[in-house]
């Protein structure tokens, strides 16, 4: 089965500055999709940024970068120019074979003036 | 508009009283599921459904029932809520099962008493 860890709870950041989101992953397919998801207080789910495990380049959407590492198990989100507007609950999430999305328990994202 | 929407978005009942929670796409999507977020553990999937009439237990089915009739419509069903089950609950479609591209519904906040 997949699993999908992000270790930090909450986090905090200064409006402006840089932030980066761990998230590791456990699976043994070898092709899959990787993703991050942004949940405001308004509880939309929204997709910030996808990765397919085939691709070697980091995906990236604007100010939103990834920096995965398939040897690693690793897919971590870079947030630059950090924004009010950024401030949200930060979900990781795996998709392979099964038919449905594992997520990480989440990271409340802070963004501070 | 593509979207999948839930109702209510609200709901506060008692513990025992059959409840029935809608969600409606208008994608023309075969794949629909259900998850349930809760503090600490992010999004869980209950059940997920591949067609008409045809849908699977996810990785929390307890206390939950679902039903296909319509490709549109993937009601979740909880004929005796209780405690456990006040949540957040999502409602998701995807065009192909691999979930690559996933709409979620604005979620139903529930809380049993």
């Known amino acids: 089965a997949q699993t999908v860890t992000q270790s930090q709870p909450e986090m905090s950041v200064q409006e402006a500055e840089t932030v980066t989101l761990s998230c590791t992953y456990d699976?043994?397919?070898?092709?899959?999709?990787l993703f991050w998801y942004k949940q405001p207080p308004s509880r939309q789910m929204i997709l910030v940024i996808r990765?397919?495990?085939?691709?070697?380049q980091n995906a990236t959407e604007n100010r939103f970068s990834v920096n995965f590492q398939k040897a690693a198990k690793s897919f971590s989100l870079k947030i630059s120019d950090s924004q009010l507007g950024d401030t949200a609950m930060y979900f990781c999430?795996?998709?392979?074979?099964?038919?449905?999305?594992?997520f990480g328990t989440g990271t409340r994202l802070q963004v501070t003036l | 508009e593509a979207q999948v929407t839930q109702n209510p978005r609200y709901l506060i009942t008692v513990t025992g009283k059959k409840l029935t929670v809608t969600c409606s796409q208008n994608?023309?999507?075969?794949?629909m599921s259900w998850y349930r977020q809760d503090p600490g553990l992010g999004l869980r999937q209950i059940y997920y459904?591949?067609?008409?009439?045809?849908?699977d237990k996810g990785d929390v089915p307890e206390g939950y029932k679902v039903s296909r009739k319509e490709k549109r419509n993937f009601p979740l069903i909880l004929e005796s809520p209780s405690p456990n089950q006040t949540s957040l609950y999502f409602c998701?479609?995807?065009?192909?099962?691999?979930?690559?591209?996933?709409?979620f519904g604005q979620g139903t906040r529930l809380t049993v008493v």
């Open positions: 699976t043994s397919e070898s092709n899959y999709y």
């Open positions: 998701a479609s995807s065009l192909g099962g691999a979930w690559t591209e996933a709409f």
């Open positions: 990765q397919e495990a085939y691709k070697q």
């Open positions: 994608m023309n999507h075969e794949y």
């Open positions: 999430a795996f998709t392979g074979t099964a038919s449905k999305l594992t």
């Open positions: 459904s591949m067609n008409v009439e045809v849908t």
